[in-house]
T-cell receptor
Framework: GESVGLHLPTLSVQEGDNSIINCAYS??????FIWYKQESGKGPQFIID?????DKRQGQRVTVLLNKTVKHLSLQIAATQPGDSAVYFC?????????????FGKGTKLSVIP | DAGVIQSPRHEVTEMGQEVTLRCKPI?????LFWYRQTMMRGLELLIY????????DSGMPEDRFSAKMPNASFSTLKIQPSEPRDSAVYFC??????????FGPGTRLTVT
């Protein structure tokens, strides 16, 4: 889920298990959502995106689910690997279509236990 | 193709000094974004350029911060004078008419 205050939510997962990272977005008018992965000491890296006219989108080992009714986004990682350890951010286009600005959540730290 | 290039990677300076951060976006991209990342506030958008023109600078904290994009291949973010609370990692990102932004490695700024 989203961060509150100083501490990032942390999710610890056993290697090989599936991970689910959640995000509550703020604007019901947002029509584009994106997940980024940030490894320690690096910039955020694109994982997967979804538009508001979809409920689900799949990539390689990742699936994003969008529930517009409750303004909730989730990222599922199948067969989690040590290389998946990172901070994951969801982002939305608060300003709507026509602007390519993104507003990022505070992030969730995923730790994979070997 | 090289990704987004930022320099310097690390900057340590004393309060009151001028700091200039540099960014070279991916060739052909027409949007450039400057972000600041701290543990307290997360990833914040400072300013957004499109075709070298500043579109939204509402995230720039105060007049001490300024950003320029003199051409499509270069942008600077300047802080003058710097303060300890400016300590953060500053990221530059670029994109081409799309939401998927490509981030640079960041500049870690420490103001003492």
């Amino acid at each position: 889920g989203e961060s509150v205050g100083l501490h990032l939510p942390t999710l610890s997962v056993q290697e090989g298990d599936n991970s689910i990272i959640n995000c509550a977005y703020s604007n019901s008018a947002s029509d584009y959502f994106i997940w980024y992965k940030q490894e320690s000491g690096k910039g955020p890296q694109f994982i997967i995106d979804i538009r508001s006219n979809m409920d689900k989108r799949q990539g390689q080992r990742v699936t994003v689910l969008l529930n517009k009714t409750v303004k909730h986004l989730s990222l599922q990682i199948a067969a989690t690997q040590p290389g998946d350890s990172a901070v994951y951010f969801c982002a939305e286009n608060l300003n709507g279509a026509g602007s390519y600005q993104l507003t990022f959540g505070k992030g969730t730290k995923l730790s994979v236990i070997p | 193709d090289a990704g987004v290039i930022q320099s310097p990677r690390h900057e340590v300076t004393e309060m009151g000094q001028e700091v200039t951060l540099r960014c070279k976006p991916i060739s052909g991209h027409n949007s450039l974004f400057w972000y600041r990342q701290t543990m307290m506030r997360g990833l914040e958008l400072l300013i957004y350029f499109n075709n070298n023109v500043p579109i939204d600078d509402s995230g720039m904290p105060e007049d001490r911060f300024s950003a320029k994009m003199p051409n499509a291949s270069f942008s600077t973010l300047k802080i003058q004078p710097s303060e300890p609370r400016d300590s953060a990692v500053y990221f530059c990102a670029s994109s081409l008419d799309m939401y998927e932004q490509y981030f640079g490695p960041g500049t870690r700024l420490t103001v003492t």
